[in-house]
């Protein structure tokens, strides 16, 4: 049972050894324990304020973010619609072009038509005066077979060419 039973002279020395061991850790061992622990302390607000400052960034870039998209589409949205009325103009110029040629090819049509048919119109002209012609050329030989049928007619004429 001495064992477990402490005696004095154990409880002292190891009391002694306690508190030079005690000593010892606040001379030497507990200042800089305690400057690490100020140190790491430190440094873990330090962490906590960049990270707060950097939560802040963030934010303001997440908001810049927001509005350059934003700027974006009512700038896309800007580009389309004026691309859009481009389109529009383009085609309505363009068929205003194509009236205008339709147009021109309807009038060159229409005139090429009109001279055609004046052509036509003086070609029978010519035919029909040249027809008349030949029809009374052979309605006048055959009257006119006998030579004084021909001098009774032509004295006739020729009185009534002179009365007028």
């Known amino acids: 049972m001495e064992l477990v039973l402490p005696q004095f002279g154990l409880f002292f ?20 324990l305690l400057a690490a622990l100020d140190a790491r302390e430190k440094r873990i607000a330090e962490a ?10 963030m934010e303001s870039l997440r ?10 589409a009512q700038e896309r949205e800007r580009i389309l619609a ?13 068929r205003a072009e194509a009236r205008k040629q339709a147009q021109a ?3 060159a049509a229409q ?3 009109q001279q055609q048919r004046d052509r036509l119109v003086a070609e029978m002209r010519a035919y029909a005066v040249r ?6 050329r052979r309605i006048l030989e055959e009257h006119f077979k006998d030579e004084e049928n021909a001098r009774a007619y032509a004295e006739k004429l020729a009185n009534e060419i002179r009365l007028n």
């Open 48 to 57: 906590l304020a960049a990270a707060e400052k950097a939560r802040a960034e």
């Open 13 to 32: 020395w190891s009391a002694v050894i306690f508190f030079l061991f005690l000593w010892l850790l606040s001379k030497y061992a507990w200042k800089p």
């Open 82 to 94: 004026q691309a859009q009325k481009l389109r529009d103009e383009l085609i309505e110029n363009a």
């Open 131 to 136: 027809l008349s012609l030949q029809i009374a």
């Open 111 to 113: 005139q090429q038509i």
């Open 105 to 107: 090819i309807l009038s």
């Open 63 to 72: 908001a810049q973010q927001e509005k350059l998209q934003m700027e974006a």
